[in-house]
């Protein structure tokens, strides 16, 4: 099981960022390398033994606080695709495409890092 959480600069949103299901592959890999190259990006991995001991649910929400504090930057607030959030995590769920999640108004937008490299 792996999770991602993912800072998008709202200056450089990937063109066509949306729900990966209907991409080609070679579109989601292109949209792989723009968001890794332009983003902040923090990637838990659940191991097997988690999973048979904990559920996948909760070996899930475990992935999702593990990215999410393993973030440069973290967010004030982050946005979930799903319909369940970890307890006692700063979130909020959004049950549409990535898209619609990435161009809404969030606490997100504010907390992109500002320097030299990213202004």
Do not use: H
């Amino acid at each position: 099981m792996v999770v991602a959480a993912v800072i998008l600069n709202p200056d450089r949103i990937p063109e066509g960022l949306n729900d990966s299901k209907v991409l080609t592959a070679d579109a989601r890999a292109d949209r792989y390398a723009e968001i890794m190259a332009t983003s902040c990006v923090s990637i838990a991995i659940g191991q097997v033994r988690r999973i048979d001991r904990d559920n996948i649910l909760q070996a899930t929400l475990w992935g999702m606080r593990a990215a999410y504090r393993g973030l440069q930057t973290p967010a004030a607030t982050a946005l979930i695709d799903g319909n369940i959030v970890p307890r006692r995590f700063p979130a909020r769920r959004v049950l549409s495409s990535a898209a619609t999640a990435a161009r809404s108004p969030s606490p997100l937008r504010r907390s992109w890092p500002r320097s030299p490299a990213t202004a």
